[in-house]
């Protein structure tokens, strides 16, 4: 078995789409598992399951946020504004994605917008892109009370925005 599976890694590099995975540059078995996507995707719902099936723990950057704070998300958006709350939003994700051993971290909707979050990811994690689509999440989070889920027609022009940092990512 042993010689099999180094036979198959010193060929994987030659075969095609198999490189990086297959060819030992990224174990993703060694790597937290991290949900990317758009608000009302499904990552907080997915992600304590998804934990669960494969033995790892829950972390979600949000939740820790709140838990640190003190205080809802909304309220830090009233409090401190976006940038103050991305401020916040990007050393929790950082720490996370640095913790040992690997977990399952659900990322909020605008945490890629952070350069140094989607290092981190690379570094760090395998990213797994939930995709929704305007329609469906608007109708998961309108009446969520979310600081960037007021109207559908700034909420859909944000998602149009975000949809290429994901699929870097992904």
Do not use: C
């Not at 945490?111 to 760090?124: K, P």
Request: glycine letters at 10%; zero cysteines; charged letters at 30%.
């Amino acid at each position: 078995w042993r010689r099999r599976a180094r036979g198959l890694r010193r060929r994987a590099s030659r075969v095609p789409g198999a490189d990086p995975l297959a060819a030992g540059n990224l174990n993703a078995l060694d790597r937290h598992v991290a949900l990317i996507g758009f608000m009302g995707a499904g990552k907080s719902t997915l992600g304590p399951v998804l934990a669960e099936r494969i033995g790892r723990e829950f972390h979600s950057v949000d939740a820790v946020i709140e838990e640190r704070t003190n205080t809802s998300i909304a309220n830090l958006f009233v409090e401190r504004g976006e940038a103050g709350f991305r401020q916040l939003e990007e050393r929790v994700a950082g720490e996370l994605l640095a913790r040992r051993p690997p977990a399952v971290v659900e990322l909020g909707g605008g945490a890629l917008a952070a350069e140094s979050t989607r290092q981190a990811l690379e570094g760090h994690a395998f990213a797994l892109l939930l995709e929704t689509s305007p329609e469906e999440a608007w109708g998961r989070v309108s009446a969520s009370g979310r600081p960037l889920a007021r109207d559908l027609e700034s909420f859909t022009a944000l998602f149009a925005r975000r949809r290429a940092l994901y699929d870097d990512v992904a």
